[in-house]
């Protein structure tokens, strides 16, 4: 297909011709590898569905994959930090606190089949359906997705599962709608006749769920406008909740060598982003799965240690510390389930993750 073009998708969907929907590596990730976060739960829409949710066997095994690092590299850092509140506060903390977790591997494949349980998703492997020849000619021919430059023996995993998805459309003699923030598989989708693909899961859930438009808007409005404290309380409180688990990026310029001590992310103020339409992800009789974007102003801290190496004896010398703060606008997604019906109970689900970086400028020593 060539770049995305929406309405020849809708008129695909109206007449039944998108089959299926897709995921990539990417979109799990955004969700922190989370099985059972409710937008993925989305997905159990098309179960009795005409279109069909399909994974292919690569996307499903580098989320196994994925899942496990995250989960082994979590429980690593919570062990050395409760050994350095041990050694910082002189307390004698229980060792051993995670030993009796499960395995990360195991626990991995519970949270896979209990996903796969859920939305029955068909699994396509590429062994049925990816010709290595035709993957050779696409690879020395710098053809989607390998690039010209790069490493493209990295874009192997791509090439696969996109040819088996591709191929699996084919087969079924229809067209596929896949879910991707990679440029490479955009850039596949454009050269194909059976791809479609978009870059968020919330667009991709919103052209199956037109019915929920009408309450996500009417929620939306009322975020907007003045009053209705209580919905924008809730909201609040889940934007301070997420800012509390995130670990952003800190750009810094200075001569001095730095190190970052401590880092503070608070909320200032948030708005409704008007402009941007809310996104319907999943409806049911009970209520609307949906998604509307804020303009959030926030408020990050860091404390920044400086040495700088003596040239006598190569030693690093304290130049001492200090607490800067900037304050900076960011576009934060966020997900929410409202109850049908007059007065709106909203639920917020999520906030998928996204990577805040925060500018501070020159700094220096005091």
């Known amino acids: 297909m060539p770049a995305f073009d929406e309405d020849q998708f809708k008129e695909l969907l109206e007449r039944g011709g998108i089959g299926a929907i897709s995921l990539d590596t990417s979109i799990f990730g955004q969700y922190r590898y989370d099985l059972s976060s409710r937008t993925l739960m989305g997905l159990r829409q098309f179960r009795h569905s005409p279109t069909n949710f399909v994974l292919s066997q690569v996307v499903l095994e580098e989320v196994r994959k994925n899942r496990t690092e995250e989960a082994n590299a979590s429980r690593s850092k919570l062990d050395t930090a409760l050994k350095q509140a041990s050694k910082h506060w002189g307390l004698q903390l229980q060792p051993g606190l995670t030993d009796g977790w499960p395995d990360a591997a195991i626990e991995t494949e519970r949270l896979v089949a209990e996903f796969a349980g859920n939305t029955q998703f068909d699994l396509v492997d590429p062994d049925n359906f990816v010709d290595q020849g035709t993957l050779l000619h696409r690879y020395f021919n710098s053809m989607p997705p390998f690039s010209v ?218």
């Open 149 to 366: 430059s790069g490493t493209k023996k990295s874009e192997f995993p791509d090439a696969i599962a996109l040819m088996s998805l591709e191929a699996w459309a084919r087969q079924n003699q229809t067209s596929m709608l896949v879910v991707s923030k990679d440029d490479d598989w955009a850039s596949f989708a454009e050269h194909s006749d059976q791809l479609f693909c978009v870059p968020d899961l919330a667009v991709a859930l919103a052209y199956f769920n037109e019915d929920g438009k009408f309450i996500a808007e009417r929620v939306a409005r009322m975020l907007a406008s003045p009053g209705n404290l209580d919905l924008k309380a809730r909201v609040r409180e889940a934007l301070i909740r997420y800012l509390g688990t995130i670990q952003p990026q800190v750009r810094v310029e200075t001569r001095w060598r730095y190190e970052i001590e401590s880092t503070e992310v608070s909320l200032i103020d948030w708005n409704m982003l008007e402009d941007i339409p809310p996104q319907v992800l999943d409806v049911d009789e009970v209520g609307v799965l949906f998604s509307f974007s804020v303009m959030a102003s926030i408020q990050c801290t860091v404390t920044l240690n400086f040495t700088m190496r003596d040239s006598l004896d190569g030693d690093e010398v304290d130049l001492g510390s200090t607490e800067e703060s900037v304050v900076e606008e960011h576009i934060l997604d966020i997900e929410a389930w409202v109850e049908k019906g007059e007065q709106p109970n909203i639920d917020i689900t999520d906030i998928p993750g996204t990577r805040i970086s925060f500018d501070f400028g020159d700094a220096s020593p005091i």
